[in-house]
Antibody
Framework: EVQLVQAGAEVKKPGESLTISCKAS????????ITWVRQMPGKGLEWMGR????????DYSPSFEGRVTISTDKSINTVYLHWSSLKASDTATYFC????????????WGRGTLLTVSS | DVVLTQSPLSLTVTLGQPASFSCKSS???????????LSWFHQRPGQSPRRLIY???NRDSGVPDRFSGSESGTDFTLRISRVEAEDVGLYYC?????????FGPGTKVEIK
């Protein structure tokens, strides 16, 4: 089955670092772009950025540039989203998604990782 | 950034009746390649979103034909011809024409 596998939840403290993963299953991760989307509690969807896993080219929304880093490990079919120093305001669900044509939006979504940042 | 304004923000519909949602863009979404990159997503409570429509009116595989999309300039509409119980949740529009890509705030649908 073609799917994107994400861990269910993470709990961290402010100032800590974190990397969450998105593992492509049933297909080669290099074949499609992967996009990350944030959904804060009770709020809407926000487009964070994307990576082309074939060459690791990344683009970030200005709202997230410098705050997160998207990377790829093709050897294990996985894309990552990394924070070097978390804030309480990073508390949200983070979805990864596959796009056939980047501009057409995500056609295959992961189940999301719920991140809670609290002291 | 392109602002997408959705209306209404909340809608209560009767089973079997039609429903429509509006998404107005602050700019033209016609891209230089001739495509208009406006998509619609549905998110049920506690679930991931699902794309229903891309490029204004193209239905995704498996999406019932009671869902349809249309446009009039910078105004876009998603229509459900006959609402079913499984249609509850939030509906988001998204534009992929201008960087950064943006979502609308969503329309919440409840069943009467």
């Amino acid at each position: 089955e073609v799917q994107l596998v994400q861990a269910g939840a993470e709990v961290k403290k402010p100032g800590e670092s974190l990397t969450i993963s998105c593992k492509a299953s049933g297909y080669n991760v290099s074949d499609y772009h992967i996009t990350w989307v944030r959904q804060m509690p009770g709020k809407g969807l926000e487009w964070m950025g994307r990576v082309d896993p074939s060459d690791s080219w990344t683009d970030y929304s200005p709202s997230f540039e410098g705050r997160v880093t998207i990377s790829t490990d093709k050897s294990i079919n996985t894309v990552y989203l990394h924070w070097s120093s978390l804030k309480a305001s990073d508390t949200a669900t983070y979805f990864c998604g596959r796009t056939h044509d980047l501009r057409e939006g995500i056609h295959l979504w992961g189940r999301g990782t719920l991140l809670t940042v609290s002291s | 950034d392109v602002v997408l304004t959705q209306s209404p923000l909340s809608l209560t519909v009767t089973l079997g009746q039609p429903a429509s949602f509006s998404c107005k863009s602050s700019q033209s979404l016609l891209y230089s390649d001739g495509n208009t990159y406006l998509s619609w997503f549905h998110q049920r409570p506690g679930q991931s979103p699902r794309r229903l429509i891309y490029n204004v009116f193209n239905r995704d595989s498996g999406v019932p034909d009671r869902f349809s999309g249309s446009e009039s300039g910078t105004d876009f509409t998603l229509r459900i011809s006959r609402v079913e119980a499984e249609d509850v949740g939030l509906y988001y529009c998204m534009q992929g024409t201008h960087w950064p890509f943006t979502f609308g705030p969503g329309t919440k649908v409840e069943i009467k």
